[in-house]
């Protein structure tokens, strides 16, 4: 075992993690969005949108 094997797999579980957190949040998003959808389409709107007749 040299140094190098150290310094190398700190770098490759560093990338695997950095990744994992990517997709994890990427897939999150995508189920988030989903969901408003559906809550948006069952008549379920966001306090903060306006409102369709524009006041």
């Given at each position: 075992?040299?140094?190098?094997?150290?310094?190398?797999?700190?770098?490759?579980?560093?990338?695997?993690?950095?990744?994992?957190?990517?997709?994890?949040?990427?897939?999150?998003?995508?189920?988030?969005?989903?969901?408003?959808?559906?809550?948006?389409?069952?008549g379920i709107r966001?306090?903060?949108?306006?409102p369709k007749d524009?006041?």
């Open positions: 075992m040299t140094h190098a094997f150290y310094v190398y797999a700190s770098y490759g579980i560093a990338a695997l993690v950095t990744i994992a957190v990517i997709l994890w949040t990427w897939a999150d998003g995508r189920a988030r969005r989903r969901e408003l959808a559906s809550l948006e389409a069952a966001r306090r903060s949108a306006r524009g006041k």
